[in-house]
Protein backbone atom coordinates (compact mmCIF):
# COMPACT_ATOMS: atom_id res chain seq x y z
CA UNK A 1 0.00 0.00 0.00
CA UNK A 2 1.18 3.89 -0.94
CA UNK A 3 1.23 5.92 1.81
CA UNK A 4 2.89 9.10 -0.27
CA UNK A 5 1.35 9.56 -3.81
CA UNK A 6 3.06 12.13 -5.76
CA UNK A 7 1.40 12.76 -8.96
CA UNK A 8 2.70 15.12 -12.11
CA UNK A 9 3.89 17.19 -9.26
CA UNK A 10 6.23 20.79 -11.39
CA UNK A 11 7.55 23.66 -9.59
CA UNK A 12 9.54 26.45 -11.45
CA UNK A 13 11.09 29.43 -9.99
CA UNK A 14 11.42 32.22 -12.36
CA UNK A 15 13.39 30.30 -15.45
CA UNK A 16 14.32 27.17 -13.70
CA UNK A 17 12.22 23.91 -14.03
CA UNK A 18 13.46 22.91 -10.75
CA UNK A 19 10.90 19.97 -10.92
CA UNK A 20 8.92 18.37 -14.28
CA UNK A 21 6.18 16.51 -13.89
CA UNK A 22 7.44 13.95 -10.80
CA UNK A 23 5.89 11.10 -9.88
CA UNK A 24 6.74 9.06 -6.82
CA UNK A 25 4.81 6.17 -5.03
CA UNK A 26 6.05 5.25 -1.35
CA UNK A 27 5.22 1.88 0.24
CA UNK A 28 4.13 1.99 3.50
CA UNK A 29 6.92 0.31 6.23
CA UNK A 30 9.72 0.77 3.51
CA UNK A 31 12.92 3.11 3.28
CA UNK A 32 12.79 4.89 -0.14
CA UNK A 33 15.63 7.03 -1.00
CA UNK A 34 15.76 9.85 -3.43
CA UNK A 35 19.00 10.56 -4.98
CA UNK A 36 20.00 12.51 -7.64
CA UNK A 37 23.28 14.82 -8.71
CA UNK A 38 23.29 18.61 -7.06
CA UNK A 39 20.26 21.01 -8.61
CA UNK A 40 17.80 17.61 -9.21
CA UNK A 41 15.72 19.17 -7.64
CA UNK A 42 15.38 16.67 -3.94
CA UNK A 43 15.56 19.50 -1.77
CA UNK A 44 12.80 20.79 -3.94
CA UNK A 45 10.71 18.14 -3.77
CA UNK A 46 10.95 17.64 -0.11
CA UNK A 47 9.42 20.75 0.64
CA UNK A 48 6.71 20.46 -1.30
CA UNK A 49 5.93 17.42 0.87
CA UNK A 50 6.06 19.32 3.77
CA UNK A 51 4.23 21.92 3.23
CA UNK A 52 7.34 24.64 2.74
CA UNK A 53 6.41 25.19 -1.08
CA UNK A 54 3.19 25.00 -2.88
CA UNK A 55 3.84 23.31 -6.64
CA UNK A 56 2.44 24.88 -9.49
CA UNK A 57 0.70 21.78 -10.66
CA UNK A 58 -0.26 18.29 -9.30
CA UNK A 59 -1.21 16.41 -6.30
CA UNK A 60 0.78 14.97 -3.26
CA UNK A 61 -1.47 12.42 -1.11
CA UNK A 62 -0.97 10.97 2.10
CA UNK A 63 -2.46 7.94 3.62
CA UNK A 64 -5.34 8.91 1.03
CA UNK A 65 -5.22 12.71 2.11
CA UNK A 66 -3.86 15.64 0.65
CA UNK A 67 -1.25 17.85 2.20
CA UNK A 68 -1.60 20.73 -0.64
CA UNK A 69 -2.29 23.98 0.68
CA UNK A 70 -1.78 22.70 4.73
CA UNK A 71 0.71 24.88 7.01
CA UNK A 72 3.63 22.60 7.78
CA UNK A 73 2.17 22.29 11.31
CA UNK A 74 -0.55 20.93 10.13
CA UNK A 75 1.27 18.44 7.64
CA UNK A 76 3.25 17.36 11.23
CA UNK A 77 -0.15 16.90 12.93
CA UNK A 78 -1.37 14.30 9.69
CA UNK A 79 1.82 12.49 10.61
CA UNK A 80 4.87 13.59 8.70
CA UNK A 81 8.04 14.50 10.12
CA UNK A 82 11.12 16.20 8.99
CA UNK A 83 14.61 15.96 9.65
CA UNK A 84 16.79 18.86 8.29
CA UNK A 85 20.36 18.86 6.65
CA UNK A 86 21.59 20.80 9.40
CA UNK A 87 20.09 19.27 12.95
CA UNK A 88 17.52 21.40 14.32
CA UNK A 89 18.47 21.74 18.23
CA UNK A 90 18.75 24.06 20.78
CA UNK A 91 22.17 24.12 21.60
CA UNK A 92 21.58 26.18 25.17
CA UNK A 93 19.63 23.88 26.18
CA UNK A 94 20.40 20.36 27.52
CA UNK A 95 19.56 16.94 25.79
CA UNK A 96 16.72 16.55 28.01
CA UNK A 97 15.14 19.76 27.68
CA UNK A 98 15.51 19.50 23.71
CA UNK A 99 14.15 16.06 24.08
CA UNK A 100 10.98 17.85 26.19
CA UNK A 101 10.10 20.63 23.33
CA UNK A 102 7.84 18.46 21.39
CA UNK A 103 5.81 17.83 24.28
CA UNK A 104 5.06 22.12 24.65
CA UNK A 105 4.30 22.94 20.82
CA UNK A 106 0.96 24.99 20.77
CA UNK A 107 -2.52 23.55 18.46
CA UNK A 108 -0.65 25.91 15.79
CA UNK A 109 2.78 23.81 15.66
CA UNK A 110 4.78 26.90 17.56
CA UNK A 111 6.09 27.17 21.08
CA UNK A 112 7.74 29.63 23.60
CA UNK A 113 10.62 28.05 25.31
CA UNK A 114 10.48 31.16 28.31
CA UNK A 115 6.86 29.57 28.81
CA UNK A 116 7.97 26.16 28.91
CA UNK A 117 7.03 24.99 32.62
CA UNK A 118 10.43 24.34 34.94
CA UNK A 119 11.68 20.80 34.63
CA UNK A 120 11.27 19.65 37.93
CA UNK A 121 7.39 19.69 38.07
CA UNK A 122 6.71 17.95 34.49
CA UNK A 123 7.38 14.18 35.68
CA UNK A 124 5.11 12.54 33.30
CA UNK A 125 6.84 14.77 30.33
CA UNK A 126 10.57 13.84 31.77
CA UNK A 127 9.59 10.62 31.74
CA UNK A 128 8.51 10.65 28.25
CA UNK A 129 11.56 12.23 27.23
CA UNK A 130 14.18 10.22 29.28
CA UNK A 131 12.26 7.07 27.92
CA UNK A 132 13.28 8.24 24.15
CA UNK A 133 16.90 9.20 24.94
CA UNK A 134 17.08 5.42 26.35
CA UNK A 135 15.60 4.37 22.73
CA UNK A 136 18.15 6.73 21.38
CA UNK A 137 20.96 5.28 23.43
CA UNK A 138 21.78 9.08 24.58
CA UNK A 139 20.53 8.05 28.54
CA UNK A 140 23.45 8.98 29.49
CA UNK A 141 24.11 12.97 27.71
CA UNK A 142 20.61 13.70 28.98
CA UNK A 143 21.92 16.44 31.04
CA UNK A 144 24.70 17.95 28.43
CA UNK A 145 24.33 20.89 26.73
CA UNK A 146 22.80 19.78 23.01
CA UNK A 147 25.36 22.30 21.46
CA UNK A 148 28.75 20.29 22.86
CA UNK A 149 27.74 17.23 21.51
CA UNK A 150 28.51 15.72 18.15
CA UNK A 151 27.10 15.81 15.14
CA UNK A 152 26.46 12.51 14.98
CA UNK A 153 24.67 13.11 18.44
CA UNK A 154 22.92 15.45 17.18
CA UNK A 155 21.46 14.26 14.44
CA UNK A 156 20.38 11.74 16.83
CA UNK A 157 19.15 13.70 19.04
CA UNK A 158 16.85 15.41 16.45
CA UNK A 159 15.50 12.14 14.74
CA UNK A 160 14.35 11.59 18.44
CA UNK A 161 12.60 14.53 19.04
CA UNK A 162 10.77 13.58 15.66
CA UNK A 163 10.02 10.29 16.69
CA UNK A 164 8.16 11.59 20.06
CA UNK A 165 5.93 13.02 17.61
CA UNK A 166 4.86 9.56 17.15
CA UNK A 167 4.85 10.22 12.83
CA UNK A 168 3.76 7.44 10.45
CA UNK A 169 6.51 8.48 7.66
CA UNK A 170 9.99 10.50 8.74
CA UNK A 171 11.57 12.38 5.88
CA UNK A 172 15.59 12.85 6.24
CA UNK A 173 17.18 15.38 4.18
CA UNK A 174 20.95 14.25 4.14
CA UNK A 175 21.21 12.63 7.59
CA UNK A 176 24.88 12.03 7.25
CA UNK A 177 26.01 15.34 5.81
CA UNK A 178 29.42 16.12 7.27
CA UNK A 179 29.74 13.38 9.69
CA UNK A 180 32.40 11.36 10.26
CA UNK A 181 32.44 7.82 9.15
CA UNK A 182 32.11 6.22 12.48
CA UNK A 183 28.96 8.94 13.11
CA UNK A 184 27.44 7.71 9.74
CA UNK A 185 27.76 4.19 10.37
CA UNK A 186 26.23 4.93 13.83
CA UNK A 187 23.53 6.59 11.71
CA UNK A 188 22.99 3.93 9.21
CA UNK A 189 22.63 1.33 12.67
CA UNK A 190 19.73 3.67 14.21
CA UNK A 191 17.50 3.70 11.03
CA UNK A 192 17.93 0.32 11.05
CA UNK A 193 16.55 0.02 14.55
CA UNK A 194 13.82 2.41 14.17
CA UNK A 195 12.56 0.69 10.96
CA UNK A 196 13.06 -2.96 12.58
CA UNK A 197 11.32 -1.31 15.77
CA UNK A 198 8.48 0.80 15.29
CA UNK A 199 5.70 1.12 12.73
CA UNK A 200 7.24 3.91 10.49
CA UNK A 201 8.17 4.38 6.56
CA UNK A 202 11.14 6.23 5.80
CA UNK A 203 12.44 8.45 2.73
CA UNK A 204 15.75 9.70 2.63
CA UNK A 205 17.65 12.06 0.24
CA UNK A 206 21.27 11.31 0.74
CA UNK A 207 24.55 11.98 -1.37
CA UNK A 208 26.53 9.19 0.39
CA UNK A 209 25.30 6.19 -1.76
CA UNK A 210 27.21 3.54 1.02
CA UNK A 211 24.34 5.01 3.15
CA UNK A 212 21.59 4.54 0.51
CA UNK A 213 22.70 0.83 -0.37
CA UNK A 214 22.69 0.17 3.16
CA UNK A 215 19.24 1.64 4.02
CA UNK A 216 16.88 1.50 0.95
CA UNK A 217 14.60 -0.58 -0.16
CA UNK A 218 13.46 0.99 -3.11
CA UNK A 219 15.45 4.07 -4.73
CA UNK A 220 14.07 7.07 -7.08
CA UNK A 221 16.79 8.77 -9.21
CA UNK A 222 15.89 12.63 -10.44
CA UNK A 223 18.12 14.38 -12.76
CA UNK A 224 17.43 18.03 -13.52
CA UNK A 225 13.88 18.02 -11.96
CA UNK A 226 12.72 14.76 -13.83
CA UNK A 227 12.74 11.03 -12.29
CA UNK A 228 14.68 8.96 -14.66
CA UNK A 229 14.29 5.72 -13.02
CA UNK A 230 12.78 4.11 -9.66
CA UNK A 231 13.42 0.50 -8.97
CA UNK A 232 15.38 -1.60 -6.11
CA UNK A 233 19.05 -0.84 -4.96
CA UNK A 234 20.19 -4.18 -6.59
CA UNK A 235 19.12 -2.90 -10.34
CA UNK A 236 20.32 0.92 -9.75
CA UNK A 237 23.57 -0.36 -9.82
CA UNK A 238 25.15 0.49 -12.63
CA UNK A 239 22.15 1.44 -14.26
CA UNK A 240 23.22 3.57 -17.68
CA UNK A 241 20.74 6.42 -16.94
CA UNK A 242 21.85 6.49 -12.91
CA UNK A 243 25.45 7.09 -14.41
CA UNK A 244 24.48 9.07 -17.22
CA UNK A 245 23.14 11.45 -14.39
CA UNK A 246 26.02 11.18 -12.42
CA UNK A 247 29.19 11.43 -14.48
CA UNK A 248 27.54 13.18 -17.08
CA UNK A 249 28.27 10.81 -20.00
CA UNK A 250 26.51 8.26 -21.54
CA UNK A 251 27.25 4.92 -20.15
CA UNK A 252 28.93 1.78 -22.58
Known amino acids: MNILEVKNINKRFGGLQALDNVNLNVVENTVHAIIGPNGAGKSTLLNVLVGKLIPDTGSVMFD ?12 NQMGISRVFQTPEIFGDLSVLENMMIPCFAKRDGSFELNAMP ?4 QKDIIERAEHMLEDMNMAD ?11 GDK ?7 CLSQ ?12 GMARAD ?4 IDLLKQIKEERDITIAIIEHDMHVVFSLAERITVLAQ ?6 DTPENIKGHPKVREAYLGETAV
Open 64 to 75: GQSVLGRAPYEI
Open 225 to 230: GTPLVE
Open 184 to 187: TNNT
Open 166 to 177: EPRLLLLDEPTA
Open 141 to 151: KRHMHAAAMSR
Open 155 to 161: RRLEIGM
Open 118 to 121: PISG
